[in-house]
Nanobody, 127 residues
Framework: QLQLVESGGDLVQPGGSLRLSCAASGLTLDGYAIAWFRQVPGKEREGISCIGSDDSTNYADSVKGRFTISRENAKNIVALQMNSLKPEDTATYYC?????????????????????WGQGTQVTVSS
């Protein structure tokens, strides 16, 4: 059974960078579509990026050009490089296995399409 664990969250100043990792145990991530979501208290969990089994990628408009998703098969992780961070990026970030749509924004997916959710990692962007 695939189990995912997020790490890399931290407190960072606006304009700074962080790199989140989604690590797998139990199975190899190669061949799985992996998505990153984020959630702030009182709001729904929103999809922000995904990488398909063919390494196609999809980004929400809110992070496009600032965040980059990638696979590191040797480490069995999916990374999310976050640059030019803004206070509105403050959230708990989760990864999950599911789909990475081609003709639909990741921001429009349903969380019910995903499984093997990690416990989340907190990102706080503040001066």
């Amino acid at each position: 059974q695939l189990q995912l664990v997020e790490s890399g969250g931290d407190l960072v100043q606006p304009g700074g960078s962080l790199r989140l990792s989604c690590a797998a145990s139990g199975l190899t991530l190669d061949g799985y579509a992996i998505a990153w979501f984020r959630q702030v208290p009182g709001k729904e969990r929103e999809g922000i990026s995904c990488i398909g089994s063919d390494d196609s990628t999809n980004y929400a408009d809110s992070v496009k050009g600032r965040f980059t998703i990638s696979r590191e098969n040797a480490k069995n992780i999916v990374a999310l490089q976050m640059n030019s961070l803004k206070p509105e990026d403050t959230a708990t970030y989760y990864c999950a296995a599911g789909v990475c749509p081609i003709n639909l924004s990741i921001a429009s997916v349903q969380t019910s399409w995903y499984a093997s959710w990690g416990q989340g990692t907190q990102v706080t962007v503040s001066s």
